[in-house]
Each structure stands twice: as structure tokens, then as C-alpha cells.
């Protein structure tokens, strides 16, 4: 933190925390996923891959402390969220080997 100010992170997992203690985690995953979907490359996929173990660890068995680890990687998701270009529109020239991340 810098002079009192709060990251992006710490505020979505804030937030996460009071959008889940209310409600039902499937709601909540149901309601999430297709929005931070179009941003799943963003972070290296970090932040889906800890909501896909939260998932997981969620069906063998519910507990608040697996509640809140899928809250901190939808958080995590969200904070680095940043779709890709669409289908011909990024940055790199045709001959750039990186032009096949606009396909």
C-alpha cells in the first residue's frame, strides 16, 4: 500500500468477500464467469486457474475458507482482466511470428 491507498487487488477481493458471504457460490460463479471469460489469458491465466481449484475443492467439500479462495482468484482474474484482440485487429504485422495471437 502507498500513503493509505488501496491496490486494485485488495479492492476486488474486498469485494468479492461481500458479493460471496450473501450468496451461494454458484450464483456468484455463474454470474462472473462469462464477463471475465473474454480476459482469460490475462495474467498468464493465473486468476482462472485459481478459481478452476476453488471449483474443485468446492465440490468435494464447501467450507468458508474454499469460499474465499474462489473469491481471491475471481479477484485475482478480474484485477489483471484484458481481452484479446479481435480477429485481425491487435498489434503485431503480418510477418511478426506474434500475429498469430490476432488469429
Do not use: C, N
Not at 478459481?51 to 482468484?73: I, S
Not at 475471481?74 to 491487435?90: D, E, K, N
Request: hydrophobic content about 45%; proline content about 8%; overall charge neutral.
Amino acid at each position: 500500500m502507498d500513503g493509505g491507498s488501496i491496490t486494485l487487488d485488495e479492492a476486488l477481493f474486498s469485494y468479492f468477500d461481500r458479493e460471496l458471504a450473501p450468496a451461494a457460490w454458484r450464483d456468484v460463479l455463474t454470474m462472473w464467469w462469462p464477463r471475465l471469460l473474454p480476459g482469460i489469458a490475462a495474467g498468464a491465466t493465473h486468476g482462472v486457474i485459481r478459481v478452476g481449484h476453488a471449483v474443485r475443492a468446492l465440490l468435494e467439500k464447501e467450507t468458508p475458507q474454499r469460499v474465499g479462495g474462489l473469491g481471491q482468484g475471481l479477484a485475482s482474474w478480474a484485477a489483471r482482466w484484458q481481452p484479446l484482440a479481435p480477429v485481425g485487429r491487435g498489434p503485431y504485422r503480418v510477418g511478426d511470428p506474434r500475429a498469430a495471437l490476432d488469429a
